[in-house]
């Protein structure tokens, strides 16, 4: 897609990556990606707002062609997706300057090799005059790395927050048109990439809100022409309330484990509960980290391999861990065949889920019925907390 006007003297230099589908080598990536750069022009300076995955930066470098002057490159996130591609743009533009917080510095040069001659640090608050465009800086750590930063430019009325409120979609949309599919879309970026840092986003809403922005323009998937509905969005997902739901990611080698989770969310469904299957042999890792953004309990369901729980099952803990949803309650089922430490050693994956551990229930063999008893007990026991919530 060639280059799009967003506002006068604003315009869309990014690349789609239609083909992506895995991010960090972990993160699915269904629709694909975009890597949004934007070139502000003021009446005597041109910034652009940060660059492209290296992988596209031939897309960037076309679309520069015509520019015949940039004076500042804003580093809003020294990761390579968005800043791999400003040697490149340095390269073009031998008198341009790196904007960037201090703690992006020393990445840029590490990551990417960037002189410290090219690079001025720009402090929380600072403004930068480009004519009759002021560019704002606000410096927001841990959307997505400690070194991130937004620009806050009052004259379009646009905020550009790089990772923060984007969403992995490839598409010719450069705004959202789609509400309830970029919404999706977005959900699922803030469960892979935001919700460990949760408690920072909600004071960065409360920072953002007085701008009363017309735009909000991120730097993957369509610039957001209704922000109030993707700032309603993340409050609810930030904010400390979690539903009546049941998350119950599970591996089942020869059918007893599933047996169990089938019967235990038949009976929270039969409770009105809203339930999510996930066989992590199958699943799509970033389905999971969805569900989780809303749910109250975490049900784990492993088989027992070598004594504890089945790799793929430590691999889905310790993701879920890491992302640290807002999760209450928490359990384990699962069927073994001879012995089992799986709860102690699941229970020792998930420090930072501050939650309340319900009795699981393991079964030898084939689940009979004391184990189906049992499950009946935690169905109820999950019912009575949720109904408390
Ligand atoms: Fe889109 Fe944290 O990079």
Wanted: charged fraction near 20%; hydrophobic fraction near 40%; glycine fraction near 6%.
């Amino acid at each position: 897609m060639k280059p799009k006007t967003i506002r006068d003297g604003v315009v869309w230099m990014g690349a789609i990556d239609w083909n992506r589908r895995l991010f960090d080598s972990l993160i699915p990536l269904p629709d694909g990606t975009t890597y949004n750069a934007y070139l502000v022009k003021g009446s005597e300076k041109t910034a652009l707002l940060d660059t492209v995955d290296p992988a596209m930066k031939d897309v960037l470098m076309s679309h520069l062609a015509t520019v015949d002057r940039v004076d500042y490159v804003v580093s809003h996130h020294a990761e390579q997706d968005h800043s791999g591609s400003i040697p490149a743009v340095l390269e073009r533009y031998p008198d341009a300057k790196v904007l960037c917080s201090p703690k992006a510095k020393p990445l840029l040069s590490e990551h990417l090799e960037i002189g410290d001659n090219r690079i001025t640090t720009v402090e929380d608050g600072e403004t930068l005059s480009l004519g009759e465009k002021t560019l704002h800086f606000l410096h927001m750590p841990w959307v997505h790395w400690p070194e991130t930063m937004v620009t806050h430019i009052p004259e379009v009325g646009m905020l550009f927050t790089c990772d923060l409120f984007g969403s992995h979609l490839a598409t010719s949309s450069l705004c959202v048109g789609d509400e309830p599919h970029v919404c999706e879309a977005a959900k699922r970026y803030y469960a892979e990439i935001m919700m460990p840092f949760r408690s920072v986003i909600k004071k960065y809403l409360e920072r953002i809100a007085p701008f009363d922005c017309e735009l909000i323009a991120p730097s993957h998937g369509p610039v957001h022409t209704n922000p109030k509905c993707i700032q309603s969005a993340y409050s609810d997902w930030v904010s400390d309330a979690v539903k009546d739901v049941v998350v119950a990611p599970f591996v089942s080698m020869h059918g007893s484990t599933e047996t169990m989770v089938d019967y235990l969310l038949e009976s929270l469904m039969d409770k009105g509960t809203e339930v999510h299957k996930f066989d992590l042999a199958v699943t799509d890792i970033g389905k999971l980290a969805m569900a989780l953004v809303d749910a109250a309990t975490i049900v784990i369901g492993t088989p027992t391999v070598y004594g504890g729980p089945h790799p793929t099952v430590f691999f889905a803990t310790h993701l879920a861990n890491a992302l640290r949803p807002k999760l209450k309650y928490a359990t384990v089922i699962g069927s073994y065949g001879w012995g089992t430490k799986a709860v102690e050693q699941i229970a020792g994956l998930i420090p930072n889920l501050d939650v309340e551990v319900l009795d699981p229930v393991l079964c030898k063999g084939r689940p009979g019925e004391q184990t189906y008893g049992a499950l009946d007990r935690l169905a109820e026991a999950i019912k009575t907390r949720h109904d408390s919530l």
